[in-house]
């Protein structure tokens, strides 16, 4: 019954903004983890950003670090990843992710390990092109 659905991608030049949105359906989205993930053609798919409620955190990998922003609003049951300053090597597929939280630790658990394993629910991708 859980659904996500990406929107908002496009193509953008160096140094642009875009902002994608994950719209959730069939669940209560604060009992979840919600993360996004990007796909390159030729790469193997990668964390982008995680965020949950039960510890209350956001966090972040480091190519994304200052300057992608993950955010939720629960009365939308949209959770969204604002990227700013974009560069050619985000060109990528987008997708947002979603797991139900077991625990605390189950929580900081999937968003520090960013592993796509981690997680059950996906969305089909929204594609991101950053040209020079």
């Known amino acids: 019954q859980l659904q996500l659905v990406e929107s908002g991608g496009g193509l953008v030049q160096t140094g642009g903004s875009l902002r994608l949105s994950c719209t959730v359906s069939?669940?209560?989205?604060?009992?979840?983890?919600v993360a996004w993930f990007r796909q390159a053609p030729g790469e193997e798919r990668e964390g982008v950003a995680c965020?949950?409620?039960?510890?209350?955190?956001?966090m972040y990998e480091d190519p994304v670090k200052g300057r992608f922003t993950i955010s939720m609003d629960s009365a939308k049951k949209t959770v969204y990843l604002q990227m700013n300053s974009l560069k050619p090597e985000d060109t990528a597929v987008y997708y947002c992710?979603?797991?139900?939280?077991?625990?605390?630790?189950?929580?900081?658990?999937?968003?520090?390990?960013?592993?796509?394993?981690?997680?059950?629910?996906w969305g089909q991708g929204t594609q991101v092109t950053v040209s020079s």
């Open positions: 069939g669940i209560t989205l604060e009992d979840y983890a």
């Open positions: 965020i949950n409620t039960q510890p209350g955190t956001t």
């Open positions: 992710a979603a797991v139900r939280l077991r625990s605390l630790v189950h929580a900081v658990a999937v968003c520090v390990s960013s592993s796509a394993e981690d997680f059950s629910s």
